[in-house]
């Protein structure tokens, strides 16, 4: 669906390490600041099990997982709003970005140094959303210029436009950022198309070290501390060490370093999922002897609409979709078992798929 995931922080705290391991694309990583020179871009497995389980009974040639597109931006650090570091072109890399993991350091590490001179996962944060917050301010202030100009004609949206800039403008001002202003969501659209970096929904990542990646760290507990009041997702990953699973060929292998450091699963599947829900998204399954396969689509999409995510074809001309739910068809064993338990459904076009749907589309063009 084209949807992006873009990985922030400040410079030399892991990010790439982390991006290399979920990314089907893998980028050098450096020990020195502003070594790198654009956006890594790859595509991320979204890990279901279901998958799995629906492949056991359907036995595919091919099970492919459903994906998000994941960003990995250069470092910031002070003043990149203006120029500084890498300069802000980077910023503009975060625009285009649906929602934004924030990875902070939590870690110590003689070999690589911290920008700032010591490792302060909080003051890293602040940074990072000052230089969000600075660059979103003069998107707010050239807006207010132009919309002035048509508010004094007696434009009725301009002028309740720019009341709506200016509490973004106060907000900014007050180095808060522009998730947390309190307006409604009919008078956020009226400024939608401004992209606001600190609007993005955010996950935080505490990029560990590897005898701290079950309970996190001091470092960790100071990330969660600053966010009691606020209470968005926070994360414990050990980048490193999970970088270096991930290098395995062997799944077997895979899982015997990850008992060793006491995890169930990598730290980078549940930042994955967590993503994948941040987006708003879900999955629903086809099923055939070719491939089981997941798809992704925006939560409260219909069945056609759904269905041209698979082929545009399948849209213009859907009929009908035969609906299972999975744990009904993991249950039971077959479609046939689900038909004769009376629980495979024929739904029509204003049919909303639900997470987890096994749909087979019927359609004629």
């Known amino acids: 669906m084209g949807l992006k ?22 980028a050098e990583s450096s020990n020195f600041a502003f070594s790198a020179s654009k956006s890594n871009i790859g595509m991320i497995n979204v890990p279901d099990i279901r998958l799995q389980k629906i492949n056991s009974i359907i036995e595919s040639d091919t099970v492919t997982p459903a994906t998000v597109d994941i960003v990995d931006i250069p470092g910031l650090t002070k003043g990149s709003s203006k120029g500084e570091g890498i300069g802000n072109k980077f910023l503009g890399d975060i625009q285009q970005c649906d929602a934004l993991i924030h990875v902070v350091r939590c870690f110590d590490d003689d070999q690589l140094p911290h920008i700032e001179g010591s490792v302060n996962p909080v003051r890293d944060l602040e940074i990072v959303d000052l230089e969000l917050q600075i660059k979103d301010l003069e998107m707010v202030d050239r807006r207010i210029e132009r919309t002035e100009k048509v508010a004094r004609s007696g434009d009725k949206d301009a002028k309740k436009a720019l009341e709506i800039l200016k509490v973004y403008k106060a907000h900014f001002e007050d180095f808060k950022s522009a998730r947390t202003v309190d307006l409604s969501d009919d008078d956020k659209n009226f400024i939608d198309d401004l992209l606001l970096l600190s609007d993005k929904p955010v996950i935080y990542v505490c990029n560990v070290d590897e005898d701290s990646a079950v309970n996190g760290n001091a470092y960790a507990d100071q990330v969660r501390e600053a966010f009691k009041e606020d209470k968005p997702e926070v994360l414990v990953i050990a980048g490193k060490l999970e970088s270096d699973i991930a290098e395995l060929d062997d799944e077997d292998d895979r899982a015997e370093f990850l008992s060793d450091a006491g995890l169930n699963e990598p730290g980078v599947h549940k930042m994955i999922q967590s993503a994948y829900h941040l987006l708003n998204l879900q999955s629903f399954f086809t099923a055939g002897k070719k491939e089981v396969r997941a798809w992704t689509i925006r939560k409260g999409m219909s069945a056609p609409q759904a269905a041209g995510v698979i082929h545009s074809d399948l849209e213009r001309g859907f009929i009908r979709a035969e609906v299972m739910n999975f744990d009904d068809f993991y249950s039971l064993g077959s479609e ?10 024929v739904e029509g076009k204003n049919y909303v798929v639900q997470e987890g749907d096994l749909l087979h589309i019927r359609f004629n063009v």
């Open 5 to 26: 995931c873009g990985i922030i922080g400040i410079t030399n705290i892991g990010k790439t390490t982390i991006f290399n391991c979920i990314s089907n694309t893998r």
């Open 336 to 345: 046939q078992a689900v038909k004769d338990a009376g629980k495979l459904r």
